[in-house]
Protein backbone atom coordinates (compact mmCIF):
# COMPACT_ATOMS: atom_id res chain seq x y z
CA UNK A 1 0.00 0.00 0.00
CA UNK A 2 1.34 3.48 -0.51
CA UNK A 3 -0.11 7.00 0.27
CA UNK A 4 1.16 10.15 -1.48
CA UNK A 5 1.06 13.19 0.76
CA UNK A 6 0.78 16.54 -0.16
CA UNK A 7 2.13 19.04 2.57
CA UNK A 8 0.97 22.27 3.16
CA UNK A 9 3.48 24.36 5.03
CA UNK A 10 2.22 27.32 6.52
CA UNK A 11 4.82 29.67 7.79
CA UNK A 12 4.04 32.27 10.45
CA UNK A 13 7.49 34.17 10.97
CA UNK A 14 7.20 37.08 13.17
CA UNK A 15 8.61 39.31 11.31
CA UNK A 16 11.29 40.76 14.05
CA UNK A 17 13.97 43.36 14.42
CA UNK A 18 17.32 42.72 14.19
CA UNK A 19 18.72 43.08 17.57
CA UNK A 20 21.85 42.11 18.17
CA UNK A 21 23.84 41.85 21.84
CA UNK A 22 20.51 43.00 24.25
CA UNK A 23 18.05 40.87 26.03
CA UNK A 24 15.03 39.60 23.88
CA UNK A 25 11.64 39.20 24.14
CA UNK A 26 10.74 35.59 23.81
CA UNK A 27 9.10 35.43 20.30
CA UNK A 28 5.62 35.12 20.26
CA UNK A 29 4.37 31.51 19.66
CA UNK A 30 3.99 30.72 16.02
CA UNK A 31 0.48 31.24 15.03
CA UNK A 32 0.22 28.60 11.92
CA UNK A 33 -3.21 28.32 11.52
CA UNK A 34 -4.35 24.67 10.71
CA UNK A 35 -4.62 23.78 7.25
CA UNK A 36 -8.31 22.94 6.16
CA UNK A 37 -8.32 19.27 5.72
CA UNK A 38 -10.22 18.78 2.17
CA UNK A 39 -7.97 21.45 0.68
CA UNK A 40 -6.33 21.39 -2.21
CA UNK A 41 -5.74 17.43 -1.86
CA UNK A 42 -3.96 17.30 1.03
CA UNK A 43 -3.87 13.96 1.45
CA UNK A 44 -4.45 11.71 -1.93
CA UNK A 45 -5.05 8.14 -1.46
CA UNK A 46 -4.59 5.58 -4.43
CA UNK A 47 -8.18 3.73 -5.07
CA UNK A 48 -6.62 1.22 -6.59
CA UNK A 49 -4.82 -0.06 -3.99
CA UNK A 50 -7.30 0.27 -1.24
CA UNK A 51 -6.79 -2.67 1.15
CA UNK A 52 -9.54 -5.25 0.84
CA UNK A 53 -11.81 -5.05 3.42
CA UNK A 54 -12.38 -8.72 6.10
CA UNK A 55 -15.63 -9.04 4.36
CA UNK A 56 -14.14 -9.14 0.67
CA UNK A 57 -11.87 -11.40 2.04
CA UNK A 58 -13.88 -13.82 3.03
CA UNK A 59 -16.77 -13.81 0.23
CA UNK A 60 -13.92 -14.41 -2.35
CA UNK A 61 -13.19 -17.07 -0.27
CA UNK A 62 -16.41 -18.34 -0.01
CA UNK A 63 -16.83 -18.21 -3.95
CA UNK A 64 -14.50 -20.93 -4.48
CA UNK A 65 -16.76 -23.95 -3.95
CA UNK A 66 -14.75 -26.64 -6.32
CA UNK A 67 -11.37 -26.59 -7.00
CA UNK A 68 -12.06 -26.39 -10.62
CA UNK A 69 -13.40 -23.23 -9.77
CA UNK A 70 -10.91 -22.21 -8.19
CA UNK A 71 -8.54 -22.53 -11.11
CA UNK A 72 -10.60 -20.60 -13.01
CA UNK A 73 -10.45 -17.98 -10.80
CA UNK A 74 -6.69 -17.99 -10.67
CA UNK A 75 -6.69 -17.83 -14.38
CA UNK A 76 -9.04 -14.94 -14.63
CA UNK A 77 -7.29 -12.80 -12.38
CA UNK A 78 -3.89 -13.95 -13.75
CA UNK A 79 -5.31 -12.29 -17.07
CA UNK A 80 -6.24 -9.27 -15.40
CA UNK A 81 -3.03 -8.50 -13.81
CA UNK A 82 -1.41 -9.13 -17.17
CA UNK A 83 -3.88 -7.25 -19.60
CA UNK A 84 -4.14 -4.27 -16.58
CA UNK A 85 0.34 -4.07 -17.26
CA UNK A 86 0.15 -4.55 -20.75
CA UNK A 87 -2.23 -1.93 -21.35
CA UNK A 88 -0.20 0.82 -19.41
CA UNK A 89 -2.60 0.76 -16.00
CA UNK A 90 -0.12 -1.19 -13.79
CA UNK A 91 -1.97 0.58 -11.20
CA UNK A 92 -5.48 -1.46 -12.41
CA UNK A 93 -3.12 -4.45 -10.95
CA UNK A 94 -3.11 -3.77 -7.66
CA UNK A 95 -6.49 -5.09 -6.85
CA UNK A 96 -6.49 -8.31 -8.90
CA UNK A 97 -2.81 -9.26 -7.45
CA UNK A 98 -4.52 -8.91 -3.70
CA UNK A 99 -7.25 -11.55 -5.22
CA UNK A 100 -4.95 -14.09 -6.67
CA UNK A 101 -2.93 -13.81 -3.61
CA UNK A 102 -5.47 -14.26 -1.44
CA UNK A 103 -7.35 -17.33 -3.70
CA UNK A 104 -3.91 -18.92 -4.03
CA UNK A 105 -3.47 -19.25 0.04
CA UNK A 106 -6.64 -20.87 0.00
CA UNK A 107 -6.10 -23.09 -2.53
CA UNK A 108 -4.69 -26.29 -0.74
CA UNK A 109 -7.80 -25.74 1.42
CA UNK A 110 -9.97 -26.03 -1.43
CA UNK A 111 -8.49 -28.73 -2.51
CA UNK A 112 -8.71 -30.50 0.58
CA UNK A 113 -12.56 -29.86 1.48
CA UNK A 114 -13.25 -30.45 -2.00
CA UNK A 115 -12.73 -32.77 -4.10
CA UNK A 116 -9.08 -33.33 -4.11
CA UNK A 117 -7.12 -36.51 -3.15
CA UNK A 118 -5.10 -36.03 -0.54
CA UNK A 119 -2.19 -36.77 -3.36
CA UNK A 120 -2.12 -33.88 -5.09
CA UNK A 121 -2.00 -31.34 -2.19
CA UNK A 122 1.38 -30.84 -2.19
CA UNK A 123 1.80 -30.31 -5.56
CA UNK A 124 -1.07 -27.99 -5.27
CA UNK A 125 0.67 -25.99 -2.31
CA UNK A 126 4.10 -25.74 -4.13
CA UNK A 127 2.55 -24.62 -6.92
CA UNK A 128 0.14 -22.13 -5.75
CA UNK A 129 3.22 -20.75 -3.66
CA UNK A 130 5.62 -20.53 -6.93
CA UNK A 131 3.20 -18.36 -8.41
CA UNK A 132 2.44 -16.09 -5.70
CA UNK A 133 5.87 -15.46 -5.58
CA UNK A 134 6.46 -14.47 -8.88
CA UNK A 135 3.67 -12.30 -9.01
CA UNK A 136 4.63 -10.90 -5.29
CA UNK A 137 7.73 -9.65 -7.49
CA UNK A 138 5.53 -7.93 -9.82
CA UNK A 139 3.57 -6.51 -6.97
CA UNK A 140 6.44 -5.25 -5.21
CA UNK A 141 7.81 -3.30 -8.28
CA UNK A 142 4.55 -1.90 -9.30
CA UNK A 143 4.42 -0.74 -5.38
CA UNK A 144 7.64 1.15 -6.02
CA UNK A 145 6.71 2.56 -8.85
CA UNK A 146 9.37 0.84 -11.01
CA UNK A 147 8.16 -1.43 -14.72
CA UNK A 148 5.98 -3.92 -13.52
CA UNK A 149 8.29 -6.33 -16.13
CA UNK A 150 5.69 -9.09 -15.87
CA UNK A 151 7.17 -10.50 -18.90
CA UNK A 152 9.83 -11.71 -16.68
CA UNK A 153 7.85 -14.19 -14.67
CA UNK A 154 4.78 -14.63 -17.42
CA UNK A 155 6.13 -18.00 -18.40
CA UNK A 156 7.15 -19.59 -14.73
CA UNK A 157 3.87 -18.15 -13.77
CA UNK A 158 2.52 -19.96 -16.88
CA UNK A 159 4.07 -23.68 -16.21
CA UNK A 160 2.99 -23.20 -12.23
CA UNK A 161 -0.42 -23.00 -13.48
CA UNK A 162 -0.62 -25.79 -15.63
CA UNK A 163 0.82 -27.71 -12.81
CA UNK A 164 -2.24 -26.41 -11.29
CA UNK A 165 -4.71 -27.58 -13.61
CA UNK A 166 -2.93 -30.99 -14.38
CA UNK A 167 -4.47 -32.01 -10.78
CA UNK A 168 -6.08 -34.93 -10.40
CA UNK A 169 -9.91 -34.66 -9.21
CA UNK A 170 -12.20 -37.22 -7.51
ZN1 LIG B 1 -0.41 -2.75 -4.41
Not at 33 to 52: C, Q, R, T, V
Not at 95 to 114: C, F, K, Y
Request: with cysteine; glycine share 8%.
Amino acid sequence: MKFSYAFVVVLALPVTPLLVGCSQEPSPPATAEPAPADEGGAEEFDPHDAPMTEAEIESLKGGLTSYSEAIAKVKSLRDSIRDAIAAGNPPGAHRPLDELDIVLGHLTTVARENDVPKSEWETINMSAQRVRELLGEVHARIDGGEAAEYETVADDIQTAIEQLEGVQTN
